[in-house]
């Protein structure tokens, strides 16, 4: 090989990985699929504090999502039928996700009597290890589905409430519609004005 190829070659990997590190940098606030906001081909409204909601009886169904969680035990969306379901999308290397996991299972474990599940997505974690570290760093104790490369998150229909970035939070309602979600890390006050409407709902 050439002094000249094997120049270009060590180029074209650094170029590569710079690319992969960038991606990785960005994904905490980064587009991931589909619109961010309301428009003439969406319901739903975006708020000043970044929560976006959907009127009852317009709202999108959320897919039946179904995989392994973090200890590889099957998990299925369809395990929350009939309760108000919040989904936290999140990754190990993710700070803001970091910075809320206090307020997801405060919120989780004080909303348990009234209906309400938690249930998260790990994503962009290759392997578990760090993830299972993560969850016992900040006490999470609602599983997680092991979504490593984003399949799960592509599920999610365009144009509706899908998840945009990492971290992301979406609220279903009783039904398994999508309802609410904050393309942000979240505290409790923000995850209690998007679930409190929903367990007022008849």
């Not at 009939?82 to 996991?101: F, L």
Request: glycine residues 12%; charged residues 25%.
């Amino acid at each position: 090989m050439s002094l000249v190829r094997a120049h270009r070659r060590i180029l074209l990997a650094t170029g590569a990985g710079a690319l992969v590190a960038v991606l990785t940098l960005s994904a905490c606030s980064g587009d991931l699929n589909g619109k961010s906001g309301g428009g003439n081909d969406t319901n739903f409204v975006t708020g000043t504090g970044g929560i976006s909601t959907v009127a009852k009886g317009k709202r999108t169904a959320a897919p039946e999502l179904t995989g392994k969680d973090l200890e590889g035990k099957p998990l299925s969306l369809a395990d929350y039928k009939g309760k108000i379901t919040v989904i936290n999308v999140w990754g190990s290397w993710c700070a803001p996700c970091r910075g809320e996991a206090e307020y997801l299972e405060k919120v989780a474990t004080d909303t348990k009597s009234k209906g309400v599940e938690f249930v998260g997505i790990n994503t962009r974690d290759d392997e578990v290890g760090a993830a299972l570290e993560f969850e016992d760093d900040y006490g999470v104790g609602y599983p997680s589905f092991h979504d490593p490369i984003g399949k799960l998150i592509l599920e999610f229909p365009k144009g509706s409430l899908n998840p945009q970035a990492i971290p992301t939070t979406l609220v279903l309602d009783r039904e398994g519609k999508i309802a609410a979600r904050a393309l942000r890390a979240v505290d409790d006050e923000m995850l209690r004005s998007m679930i409190d409407p929903l367990i007022a709902e008849k």
